[in-house]
């Protein structure tokens, strides 16, 4: 039996910014563009917002994954919606009405996602599952690239795939993923991998995506 491929969503995080369309030429197998969303706020970092997503967009046709790690994230959705991409995910510790907000990104037709740190249950979500197109389990906590995979978020991501069942609704990992652990997360039920320093740091990154797409 064939086994089931993740699709790669490098986060250009960890891209040099220099050159940012090279850097986008090099990820052209990908299924994903993750584009990393940091207020200074919400997170200890601030990395990027609208127009440098703009500027990806221009430069790719693969779909954008937008992680908004910001707080009052409603205030951006509509911008970022204007760009059309694949998912816009906001923090499940970082609004108040979630579902108010899942509702405004589906209205504005972009897939709902919502993210968890690793500390935060997945209690909750048993109500919302018709609300959500994503789930992104942080295996990391949010605001910086290259940081080590916190291995007990591997339940996490079993239990998460129990209550997700027959929902059409995509397990994300984001933190310290690459094709080391990609076998074992994938198993775990994660559809998408996030990765960007292992990505990117590789020499050949569209070779390193394929193999992680195999299961590293
Ligand atoms: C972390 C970001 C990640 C980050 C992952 O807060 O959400 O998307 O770019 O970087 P790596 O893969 O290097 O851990
Ligand atoms: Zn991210």
Do not use: W
């Not at 707080?71 to 108040?96: G, N, Q, R």
């Not at 709902?112 to 018709?130: C, E, K, R, W």
């Not at 320093?197 to 590293?216: C, H, L, T, V, W």
Request: proline share 7%; aromatic share 6%.
């Amino acid at each position: 039996m064939d086994s089931i491929k993740p699709l790669i969503a490098p986060s250009i995080l960890s891209a040099d910014f220099t050159r940012l369309g090279a850097e986008l030429e090099r990820v052209k197998n990908a299924d994903l563009i993750h584009f990393d969303v940091m207020d200074g706020h919400y997170v200890p970092n601030i990395s990027y917002g609208l127009p440098v997503a703009e500027a990806v967009k221009r430069a790719t046709e693969i779909p954008l994954d937008v992680h908004l790690m910001v707080e009052d994230p409603d205030k951006f959705i509509p911008s970022f919606a204007e760009l059309k991409p694949a998912y816009i995910t906001v923090h499940y510790e970082a609004v108040d009405h979630l579902q108010r907000t899942l509702a405004l990104i589906r209205e504005l037709g972009v897939g709902a996602g919502v993210a968890l740190n690793p500390h935060t249950p997945l209690s909750g979500l048993q109500y919302i599952l018709d609300d959500l197109d994503l789930i992104l389990i942080m295996t990391v906590n949010p605001g910086f690239g290259g940081q080590k995979f916190i291995p007990a978020t591997l339940d996490k991501i079993r239990d998460c795939r129990r209550l997700v069942a027959d929902h059409p609704i995509k397990i994300q990992v984001d933190g310290g993923v690459s094709h080391t652990n990609a076998a074992e997360l994938v198993k775990a039920g994660v559809d998408i991998l996030v990765a960007g320093s292992a990505i990117f740091s590789s020499p050949d990154p569209a070779e390193y995506i394929n193999k992680m797409r195999q299961g590293g």
